[in-house]
């Protein structure tokens, strides 16, 4: 823990002589937080947060976001700008190391990266025990967690080479076992990486190319690959980070803390959103259903939610949702798609959510997956594999925070606790005497 306290919050028990001065801990930017780790050594009571929508469970340098300003900032750098003028296995190494990379540097990590993208040819197996119609989300949690039976050489998590080089093959592996679950899902042979193609081209190839012919990747859906990946990379302590974060605390090896992540993802209130969006607006049909749409939206009765829209932490624009709504425009425009009616109902149903109260209230906004399907959809992505690909970007920051986390010496296993309102002891009768 950063050593700059600064302040406390005193907590007395009503009733009581018995109170704790709680050290604020100050950040460098965002709220500070108060520790409270003598909470219940020196009053006997712990904090209760479902969801951990106020707790701070970690230090962390990496992701900060200030969800009322729509703020989002890697390592320090506005995503806004990192869209723009960065790419995503510089933005990897930033992740990672911290600061971005000198050339030397840049070039060093994409060789890295490079040289791990091939799996063990055995891993192939793996993919004939699914159901050709398994959905990729199951697959890739599979055998990404199956990759721990593989490399036995980066299994100590306290060697710091052995985690340097984990990194690198969950970085680069991940989008050659994504795009092998794609492929096994139609039926077509699996297709190897090529170590003379960007990350974005490589995935993109893996993808689409066919033995039968040489496959050449468009620039223009290369550049939007790249531009969603970085969008996606990392995003502070979110389910599926947490997730990884936990698992790891206790010790578990990097693919299998991974393959969690990847299994966190998946829910439709978190990455597998994106597949949502787009199965909504199939359902929704045209733009003059979306008012009655609306309107289950806010009969509670309906159990309904507007996918791609809402955020714990952003109560303004998430900035990706920005970023994407533009590159929404530029790829239509750029593939020559005058009109994309999932587009326009998209937009539509932004306006109409925007200017009314059930939204406006609950600070209701579009998320980064409200326009990333209608992209993905445009360059020809099955919406199955629209959470993969989150999957595929965020993995650099799965082991960024994963990394931060083993190599931080205040790290210990992480052990919420409860409250128990459940009943007190009691003693076992045998079934002859239950009522
Ligand atoms: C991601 O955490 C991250 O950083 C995640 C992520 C990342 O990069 O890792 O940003 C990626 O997961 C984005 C979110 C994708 N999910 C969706 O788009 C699914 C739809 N959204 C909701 O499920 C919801 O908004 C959450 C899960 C995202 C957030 O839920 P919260 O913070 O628990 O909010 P809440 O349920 O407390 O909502 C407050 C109110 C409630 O109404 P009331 O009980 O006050 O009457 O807002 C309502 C909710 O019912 N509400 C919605 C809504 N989201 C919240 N109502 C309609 N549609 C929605 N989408």
């Not at 919050?9 to 003598?38: C, F, H, M, W, Y």
């Not at 050489?153 to 985690?163: K, N, V």
């Not at 992540?261 to 003059?288: C, D, F, R, S």
């Not at 587009?343 to 998320?367: G, V």
Request: charged share 20%; glycine share 8%.
């Amino acid at each position: 823990m950063n050593d700059m306290p600064n302040g406390s919050v005193t907590i007395t028990l009503e009733g009581t002589n018995k109170s704790i001065r709680a050290p604020l801990v100050q950040a460098t930017v965002g709220p500070p937080v108060a520790d409270i780790r003598k909470l219940y050594s020196d009053l006997g009571i712990f904090t209760f947060d479902p969801g951990f929508g106020m707790t701070a469970a970690c230090e962390s340098k990496i992701t900060y976001i200030d969800g009322d300003q729509g703020i989002l900032l890697y390592r320090g750098y506005p995503i806004e700008q990192l869209a723009e003028s960065s790419d995503f296995i510089e933005v990897s190494y930033l992740l990672l190391h911290g600061e971005l990379p000198t050339a030397a540097q840049l070039e060093e990590f994409k060789k890295g990266v490079t040289m791990h993208t091939m799996v063990h040819e055995q891993i192939r197996r793996f993919y004939d025990g699914f159901r050709r119609d398994a959905h990729p989300m199951a697959v890739l949690c599979g055998v990404v967690g199956a990759l721990s039976a593989f490399y036995h050489d980066t299994l100590d998590i306290t060697d710091e080479r052995q985690r340097e080089i984990a990194a690198f093959r969950l970085i680069a592996k991940v989008p050659t076992l994504a795009a092998m679950a794609y492929k096994y899902s139609i039926g077509q042979p699996f297709v190897y990486p090529r170590n003379d193609l960007s990350y974005a081209e490589n995935f993109l190839y893996m993808l689409n190319a066919v033995p039968a012919e040489e496959y050449k990747v468009n620039p223009i859906l290369a550049k939007a690959m790249d531009r969603i990946l970085v969008l996606h990379a990392d995003h502070e302590q979110n389910a599926s980070t947490s997730t990884v974060r936990l698992a790891g605390s206790t010790g578990a090896n990097p693919y299998a803390c991974i393959a969690a992540g990847i299994a966190a993802l998946w829910g439709p209130a978190h990455g597998g959103a994106n597949e949502a969006v787009l199965k909504m607006l199939g359902e929704i049909g045209k733009p003059e259903n979306i008012p009655a749409f609306i309107s289950q939206v806010k009969d509670k009765n309906a159990h309904t939610k507007l996918m791609g829209f809402g955020h714990r932490v952003y109560k303004n624009f998430d900035p990706r949702a920005k970023i994407m709504k533009e590159t929404c425009h530029e790829v239509l425009a750029e593939l020559g798609i005058k009109d994309e009616p999932l587009l326009d109902m998209a937009m539509e149903m932004e306006r109409i959510a925007l200017s009314d109260d059930y939204f406006i209230s609950r600070k209701l906004y579009p998320n980064v997956d409200f326009y990333s399907g209608i992209i993905l959809k445009a360059m020809g992505i099955p919406t199955s594999m629209f959470t993969v690909l989150f999957a595929v970007a965020r993995t650099v920051g799965w082991v960024s925070q994963w990394k931060e986390m083993i190599e931080d010496p205040s790290q210990r296993i992480g052990r919420p606790r409860q409250v128990y309102t459940g009943a007190t002891s009691r003693d076992y009768r045998e079934v002859a005497a239950r009522g």
